[in-house]
């Protein structure tokens, strides 16, 4: 079967045209710098590249030969680019505009032969499928999901092709105009490079998608001011936890923890100082934490600590250890240290068959309250059954790991 070059041309450049525009119709509404902005912009330049070397046999050939070229490394940059801004890592301006800028020196007429320069130009496009292909394994910027496989594939298919023309051209076995070889190349470049448009659209699709997931389950399971777990996260997280206790047999302590005389530094400070005090004390709660415990913002000033395997002697320790750790932490809001306290109240033990989520916040709640009635920046324990001897575990995050 004969591929037609002509034919080929036009279907590219059309689908890469059109797959352009439904990028750009994805991107509407979102800010200049927006990754999709610049996927966009780099299929319009792999589409412009394309017209300007079909122009060649009109115009002046070693000018469009020069400019197509440069298009076409400027399309590689500006995915680069777009990939780098989608995992909101710096792009670096010398990174994506120097392959652009040394097409010129490649195709010049300080090399004259044009077989060194083809080369040349395809080795530098592998460098830069290289540069995209550690984008994407960077580890200073994770990033999981199919989209990033689907780029993978694309990235390495280019960078192989493009491997495998320079190898061609440098041995002759095709030349680096239009002969016969030359023809069937080009029908069969114009072919993958079809299948690498749609992957690389398909690839950003996935990832743009897997993102906004991403977004949508940290707005539903996420305080977006503290960054701990809201409600409903450290609710669920809660009644796995007695579930599993209730199997296993095991203690499960939870700590609920108050603010004292919140509304008093929203009405000195403001509410901003307000924000400050609450993620000051939410940092400070979680980091003195193991990898196991679990912290969420149960509402308003109010956290709630989950500690498995961990006895009421041990989240007594732990509960008071806190309470002196926010005290000796005031937040900070512009020159202020504001000084804070906080009021805890525990409940621990074995987890027995009547035990739910609810009766233990109950319990906890409880403490809570006769906490604050007897002077606040205390602790409280409430009623529970008496755990084992077992239970007098370590409880600073040092020395509890």
Aim: proline fraction near 4%; hydrophobic fraction near 50%.
């Amino acid at each position: 079967m004969t591929l037609d070059v002509p034919t080929l041309f036009v279907v590219v450049t059309t689908v890469t045209l059109l797959m352009a525009f439904w990028i750009s119709m994805m991107a509407w509404g979102q800010p200049r710098g927006d990754a999709l902005w610049a996927l966009a912009l780099s299929l319009i330049a792999y589409a412009s590249s394309n017209v300007l070397f079909a122009l060649r046999q009109l115009l002046p050939e070693h000018l469009m030969v020069l400019a197509g070229n440069m298009a076409y490394v400027g399309s590689l940059s500006l995915m680069l680019v777009a990939l780098r801004r989608f995992r909101n890592a710096p792009v670096g301006r010398w990174r994506a505009s120097l392959p652009v800028l040394l097409v010129p020196v490649l195709i010049s007429p300080l090399i004259p032969d044009p077989r060194i320069s083809s080369v040349s130009v395809n080795l530098l496009c592998v460098l830069q499928c290289g540069m995209m292909l550690s984008a994407l394994y960077d580890r200073r910027y994770p990033m999981q999901g199919r989209g990033r496989i689907i780029l993978f594939a694309a990235y390495s298919g280019m960078a192989g092709v493009l491997l495998l023309r320079a190898g061609a051209v440098y041995t002759g076995m095709i030349g680096v105009g239009t002969s016969a070889g030359g023809e069937r190349w080009l029908a069969l470049v114009f072919l993958l490079a079809m299948c690498a448009v749609l992957s690389i659209a398909l690839g950003f699709v996935y990832m743009t998608m897997e993102r906004a997931e991403r977004l949508n389950y940290e707005m539903a399971m996420k305080d977006m001011l503290t960054g701990l777990s809201n409600r409903r996260a450290i609710s669920e997280e809660l009644a796995h936890a007695v579930a599993r206790a209730q199997r296993q047999g095991a203690l499960l302590s939870l700590l609920l923890i108050d603010i004292d005389h919140f509304k008093r530094v929203n009405d000195e400070y403001g509410h901003p100082a307000g924000d400050a005090v609450l993620q000051s004390v939410a940092h400070t709660l979680a980091e003195r934490l193991r990898a196991q415990d679990q912290i969420g913002r149960f509402g308003g000033e109010e956290f709630i600590v989950v500690l498995p395997d961990t006895g009421l002697d041990g989240a007594r320790i732990l509960a008071e250890a806190l309470r002196e750790a926010i005290e000796a932490t005031p937040a900070t809001w512009g020159a202020h240290g504001i000084a804070v306290t906080i009021s805890v109240g525990v409940r621990g033990g074995l987890i027995v068959g009547g035990d739910t989520r609810e009766s233990l916040v109950a319990a906890a709640d409880a403490a809570l309250y006769r906490a604050k009635q007897g002077g606040r920046n205390r602790v409280e324990m409430a009623g529970a059954p008496v755990e084992p001897d077992a239970a007098a575990e370590p409880v600073t995050k040092a020395a509890r790991a």
